[in-house]
């Protein structure tokens, strides 16, 4: 079946280090979405990638999508305190999302 | 998202019991989702509603069961609890018609089955 796999399942970076958590999938995806879910909270939408090979930028966020749409990365430049908590990928195949494990992000000050 | 509000927030209950979870949202989307969370294993959709009179198994139906009673609502229930129904739970909401839009989330429920 349908799996998304993301790694690391945890990080540890201290504040102003960069961080990247990558997620692959065994099928192609129509697009990916990304998700952040702070301590305690709900998945929170950040972006999606629709696109072969896009690439998109928050402020210090960058998102890329694979060209072959199987997988994806999220790559943080110079973390800080608020970057904490998990990043979640959720490929999406049409009907439904399947989502990634999770990258749980600790960012030591 | 306040647009999207789940109750309980918290529930203890026992082995066998009948629960129900309920999910409501205003934001008029006709897509509603429920998820369970489970440390490390991120989220696995149980079933999934594309309007009042669609509704679809997920990843891991079995031991639930849902009901769409109106376009705002999307219950979740456990008819026999165990406890490896324990897990955090989320209700979330989508637009239809395309495939690229958001889910929002509501902010979860919380059951311990002992």
């Known amino acids: 079946g349908q799996q998304v796999m993301q790694i690391p399942q945890y990080q540890h970076v201290q504040e102003g280090e960069d961080f990247t958590t990558y997620c692959n999938s065994s099928t192609t995806l129509s697009n990916i979405q990304w998700y952040k879910q702070r301590p305690g909270g709900h998945p929170v939408f950040l972006i999606q990638l629709v696109k072969s090979g896009e690439v998109k930028k928050q402020k210090r966020l960058t998102f890329q999508f694979g060209e072959a749409k199987k997988n994806s990365s999220l790559h943080i430049t110079a973390t800080q305190t608020t970057d904490v908590g998990t990043y979640f990928c959720?490929?999406?195949?049409?009907?439904?999302?399947?989502f990634g494990t999770g990258t749980s992000l600790t960012v030591i000050p | 998202d306040a647009d999207v509000t789940q109750t309980p927030r918290n529930r203890i209950t026992k082995t066998g019991k009948r629960i129900m979870l309920e999910c409501s949202q205003t934001?008029?989307?006709?897509?509603m989702y429920w998820y369970r969370q489970d440390p490390g294993l991120g989220l696995q959709l149980i079933y999934y509603?594309?309007?009042?009179?669609?509704?679809n198994k997920g990843e891991i139906s079995d031991g639930y069961s849902v009901s769409r009673q109106a376009q705002a609502k999307f219950s979740l229930s456990l008819e026999s609890a165990i406890p490896n129904q324990t897990a955090l739970y989320f209700c979330?909401?989508?637009?239809?018609?395309?495939?690229?839009?958001?889910?929002?989330f509501g902010p979860g429920t919380r059951l311990t089955v002992l």
């Open positions: 509603s594309f309007d009042v009179k669609d509704i």
């Open positions: 934001k008029g989307h006709d897509r």
């Open positions: 959720a490929g999406n195949t049409g009907n439904q999302f399947y």
């Open positions: 979330a909401t989508r637009a239809g018609g395309r495939d690229t839009d958001t889910q929002y």
